[in-house]
């Protein structure tokens, strides 16, 4: 059979439960029928395909169809990711202070070269708003810090006994900050 698509991208949604996950897949995903449910891992996962430049690019967006509640989400959901949606409720201030926890885990399990958004749902909800815009915005800057930091003490590690001369981020690795450019509602 021919095939329909240019790229496969797969993406993940991360965060508590109950910030909105699965409603975001459902709104985003083409119809209720294509929804695979892998029993081995436990994993849903939905697909729309979407142009880009020309490019018919499939997005192979997975749900923890409830694992996150046990913490358990592991290396396989991890695998072969290329961007990643770290998802809180605005209504609900834990789910704000978990993103770094989630942070914590792509980073122990996802490869250190995916990309990755925060995005603040049920955006409806203003008079029940617990997290100011500000403070979400706030979130974009520590993440690109920590990331940076990172970067730096990789580029530190790989220096190490090395030359004396000063550490230097190269110009490809800088780009993976490029988060900054999404909007916060
Ligand atoms: P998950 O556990 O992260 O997958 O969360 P769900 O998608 O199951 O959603 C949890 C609850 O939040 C459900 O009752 C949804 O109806 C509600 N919800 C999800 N998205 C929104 C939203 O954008 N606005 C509002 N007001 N409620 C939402």
């Known amino acids: 059979m021919a095939k329909t698509y240019d790229y496969l991208f797969k993406l993940l949604l991360i965060g508590d439960s109950g910030v909105g996950k699965t409603c975001l897949l459902f709104r985003f995903s083409e119809d209720s029928f294509n929804t695979t449910f892998i029993s081995t891992i436990g994993i849903d996962f939905k697909i729309r395909t979407i142009e880009l430049d020309g490019k018919r690019v499939k997005l192979q967006i997975w749900d923890t169809a409830g694992q996150e509640r046990f913490r358990t989400i592991t290396t396989a959901y991890y695998r072969g990711a ?50 100011s815009k500000d ?7 520590t993440m690109g810090r920590d990331i940076l930091h990172n970067l730096s003490s990789k580029t530190t590690d790989n220096n190490a006994g090395g030359t004396g001369k000063p550490v230097k981020i190269t110009e490809k690795k800088s780009k993976r900050i490029k988060f900054f450019k999404c909007s916060l509602l």
């Not at 290329?82 to 490869?111: P, Q, T």
Request: net charge negative; with cysteine.
């Open 82 to 131: 290329m961007g990643i949606m770290l998802v809180y409720d605005i209504c609900n201030e834990k789910s704000f202070e978990n993103i770094k926890n989630w942070i914590r885990n792509i980073e122990e399990h996802a490869s250190s070269d995916v990309e990755k958004m925060i995005l603040g749902n049920k955006c409806d909800m203003t008079d029940r708003r617990q997290v």
């Open 135 to 141: 403070r979400g915005e706030k979130a974009f800057y």
